[in-house]
């Protein structure tokens, strides 16, 4: 069965870094395209970024440009977000996402706070 299991969460202060993981398992995971999003509190899910299957496609949301990374290791079978100058309103649980047949894992905390 598809499992995504994301790690890396945490407390960290405005201007910091994190570096989410998300190890997958149960399917060919170098054939699908794949996607963070996140979920503030009291808010809607949104989508982050999205990395093509082979990883040479990446996608952002206008709020996340220039500050994020998402990448992806074929051989490990695992899903990366560098997340750098961290702002407040980065505060979410991230989520590692297959968006073909929606499959979700089952999140991971950032706190962004002083």
């Known amino acids: 069965q598809v499992q995504l299991v994301e790690s890396g969460g945490g407390l960290v202060q405005p201007g910091g870094s994190l570096r989410l993981s998300c190890a997958a398992s149960g399917f060919t995971f170098s054939s699908f395209r794949m996607s963070w999003y996140r979920q503030a509190p009291g808010k809607e899910r949104d989508l982050v970024a999205t990395?093509?299957?082979?990883?040479?496609?990446?996608n952002y949301a206008d709020s996340v440009k220039g500050r994020f990374t998402i990448s992806r290791d074929n051989t490990k079978n695992t899903l990366y977000l560098q997340m750098n100058s961290l702002k407040i309103d980065d505060t979410a649980v991230y989520y590692c996402?297959?968006?073909?047949?929606?499959?979700w894992g089952q999140g991971t905390q950032v706190t962004v706070s002083s």
């Open positions: 996402v297959r968006q073909t047949g929606g499959y």
């Open positions: 990395i093509g299957a082979a990883g040479g496609t990446t």
